[in-house]
């Protein structure tokens, strides 16, 4: 679990601003998946990505959100001019491959105020 | 759309008994993953144990095993001699539909002692 890697743990916004959330997934690992989870409940799955592609965002906003995960570097969640809905801890977790147990990061809990 | 139940929003049990927490879930999919994490209060998110719907013997790992009924959609989460540490919630998690994890909304579990 310690193997995947988010920043900020805490990031707090203004309304408007953007905000990056960054994961490094578990070394050797080339699936990476988006999650958001609002107090008190589950996790909403949000995107889920392989290197330079996209696979499935049928769990992202249509507007303001977007996620890369380039072929060097973080996976990146993009929130732009963000809104008091936007607060939630956001989990990123990192596999292998698809259909094999995923590991978590520790989240990145975002504020907005 | 993928819909998992977990009945349970509460759940206490005493310490070093056994206690079990209820999953069952709605796919058309013959091959899928079952997954359970537990999310302490300090928020990360923590893999327990898998089950794979095709795997004939239940899943044990540790203290915790799955009671896996693929007939009736059910994957019961098993924890024996409980421990305080085990106060979390507890995230039913199938992986069907593609690639990508869905989670319930959980079962918070209080140990006393």
């Known amino acids: 679990n310690a193997g995947v890697m988010q920043n900020p743990r805490h990031l707090v916004r203004r309304r408007g601003q953007e905000a990056r959330l960054r994961c490094s997934p578990v070394?050797?690992?080339?699936?990476v998946y988006w999650y958001r989870q609002l107090p008190e409940e589950g996790l909403k799955f949000m995107v889920y990505?392989?290197?330079?592609?996209?696979?499935?965002e049928s769990g992202m906003p249509k507007e303001r959100f977007s996620a890369e995960f380039p072929k060097e570097g973080p996976s990146i969640l993009r929130i732009q001019q963000v809104v008091r809905g936007d607060s939630a801890a956001y989990f990123c977790?990192?596999?292998?491959?698809?259909?094999?147990?995923?590991?978590f990061g520790q989240g990145t809990r975002l504020t907005v105020v | 759309a993928q819909k998992i139940t977990q009945t349970q929003p509460g759940m206490f049990v005493q310490e070093k008994e056994a206690v079990t927490l209820d999953c069952t879930y709605d796919?058309?999919?013959?091959?899928?993953?079952l997954f359970w994490y537990k999310q302490p209060s300090s928020g990360e998110m923590i893999f327990l144990i898998y089950?794979?719907?095709?795997?004939?013997q239940n899943a044990t790992e540790g203290r915790y095993s799955l009671n896996f009924q693929k007939a009736r959609k059910s994957a019961n989460l098993v924890i024996s001699a409980s421990q305080l540490g085990d106060s979390a919630m507890y995230f039913c998690?199938?992986?069907?539909?593609?690639?990508?994890?869905?989670f319930g909304a959980g079962t918070r579990l209080f140990v006393k002692a």
């Open positions: 796919t058309s999919d013959q091959s899928y993953g």
């Open positions: 990505l392989q290197k330079e592609n996209i696979i499935d």
């Open positions: 977790a990192s596999s292998r491959r698809g259909r094999t147990e995923a590991f």
């Open positions: 089950q794979g719907s095709y795997d004939e």
């Open positions: 070394k050797g690992h080339s699936h």
């Open positions: 998690a199938p992986n069907t539909g593609g690639f990508k994890t869905i």
